[in-house]
């Protein structure tokens, strides 16, 4: 089953287009931009299909990529009244990488995330508005190394359906900005930092 899942989820990720259900093994579902096919209840954070990504001025040239690979998190989630629904979500600051060479560590370390003494940062939706049938906005808080300031996600649904194994599954992207002044982070990485998120949410 898992061998399976990991050819399609490499398919998605080369741009092939979603199975039909007769390619997928027995059980599995693929998802649809549909998120009322996502039924009521409780869901977590997939961490085996979460990422969460930083981009940030490289001096002026260009933007520097960031990867935290840990993340965990919350959904209370009910297509038929979403802007009742609530999200919290966790990156481990420690787990960031990046292709610089040693880099990460120092990005963890006292000069930046400060990770020792602040191991996560934690965000927290105040409010949900709903754009159309695959798009919203998230309104909440940010809390990262020990300050907390209000931070807005744009989401785009990606898919929604019975997922697989008996959970049922919704996906999104979001992007957000940051200021580097609300949480003391050094005025090399600029003033704003782009974040961006991919998630699946699998129903407990």
């Not at 979403?82 to 999200?87: N, Q």
């Not at 194994?165 to 782009?194: F, K, N, S, W």
């Amino acid at each position: 089953m898992r061998t399976s899942l990991l050819v399609i989820a490499a398919g998605a990720a080369l741009g092939v287009a979603s199975p039909s259900a007769a390619q997928l093994p027995p059980g599995v579902y693929a998802g649809e931009p549909n998120y009322q096919l996502a039924p009521a209840g409780s869901y977590a954070v997939d961490p085996d299909h979460a990422a969460v990504v930083a981009k940030v001025s490289h001096i002026g040239y260009s933007k520097s990529v960031f990867r935290f690979e840990t993340v965990s998190g919350t959904l209370r989630w009910d297509p038929a009244n979403p802007s009742a629904s609530a999200l919290k979500v966790t990156v481990d600051t420690g787990s960031i990488s990046t292709p610089v060479a040693g880099f990460a560590k120092q990005l963890a370390g006292p000069d930046y995330l400060k990770s020792a003494a602040f191991p996560q940062a934690t965000f927290t939706a105040t409010g949900f508005r709903q754009v159309d049938a695959t798009h919203g906005r998230v309104d909440g808080a940010l809390s990262l190394m020990g300050k907390t300031a209000p931070i807005s996600f744009d989401v785009t649904l990606v898919g929604a359906g019975k997922g697989f194994m008996g959970h049922p599954r919704i996906g999104v992207e979001a992007t957000g900005q940051l200021r580097t002044a609300d949480y003391g982070l050094p005025p090399v990485l600029g003033t704003m930092v782009d974040v961006e998120v991919d998630a699946e949410f699998a129903r407990k």
